[in-house]
């Protein structure tokens, strides 16, 4: 059964700060995304991560797949109140079905 | 095109009762899924359809639970004898039939079970 963590759980970081969310999976993967999700709203999509050393990057947040590792990143630079919001990475592991699991989300709080 | 639209927002029922959900997806989106979330958690999949067809179903979904798509663009949820846990947010999310494309979702139907 596909296991996927992310770390941290909770984080709270001051504005203009660095830091960097880490998500793990437990099986082979065709492809991992990045979702936001502001409270008692849906999931927006943030990126698409396809191939092994993938790296997009838009505004202050870049993500990264190791699917050799089976480790993706999400990094945040500089980060601004805007960006407080719930971050979920998302495995889908068969060809041509959607159908995602995802981690557990890293609740992040920007501190002015 | 306004993206995947659900109906309705919040529902409040007692247990017992009988709730059905309506996911309208994307146009022309052949794939439309249903996940469940609940406070704390990530979303969990439910059930998946390609056009009419279910063609998943999670172990989550239990018999009290049937999902149908009859003409392969709007779906329902039904939730029948509902019961304390099955209080959560309801999510549809739709795709195009290509591969590498991200799932777009829905804002979601918050049931509460009194």
């Known amino acids: 059964e596909l296991k996927v963590e992310q770390n941290p759980l909770f984080l709270s970081m001051q504005e203009g700060k660095n830091y960097t969310i880490y998500c793990n999976y437990s099986t082979t993967s065709d492809r991992l995304y990045w979702y936001r999700q502001d409270p008692g709203k849906s999931l927006e999509s943030l990126f698409v991560l396809l191939s092994n050393g993938a790296v997009k990057q838009e505004g202050r947040l870049m993500a990264s797949l190791d699917t050799k590792a089976r480790l993706s990143t999400l990094h945040i630079t500089a980060a601004v109140h805007d960006l407080s919001a719930t971050y979920f990475c998302a495995v889908a592991v068969r060809f041509g079905n959607e159908k995602l699991t995802f981690g557990t989300g890293t609740r992040l709080t920007i501190i002015p | 095109d306004t993206g995947v639209s659900q109906d309705p927002r919040h529902k409040i029922t007692k247990r017992g009762q009988n709730v059905t959900f309506r996911c309208d997806p994307i146009s022309e989106h052949n794939r439309l899924y249903w996940y469940r979330q609940t406070l704390g958690q990530g979303p969990e999949f439910l059930t998946y359809?390609?056009?009419?067809?279910?063609?998943?179903k999670s172990r989550l979904l239990s018999d009290r639970f049937s999902a149908e798509r009859p003409k392969g663009s709007f779906s329902t949820l039904e939730i029948q004898r509902t019961e304390q846990g099955d209080s959560a947010m309801y999510l549809c999310a739709s795709s195009p039939n290509r591969v590498n494309t991200e799932a777009f979702f829905g804002q979601g139907t918050r049931l509460t079970v009194v």
């Open positions: 359809f390609q056009n009419e067809a279910q063609l998943e």
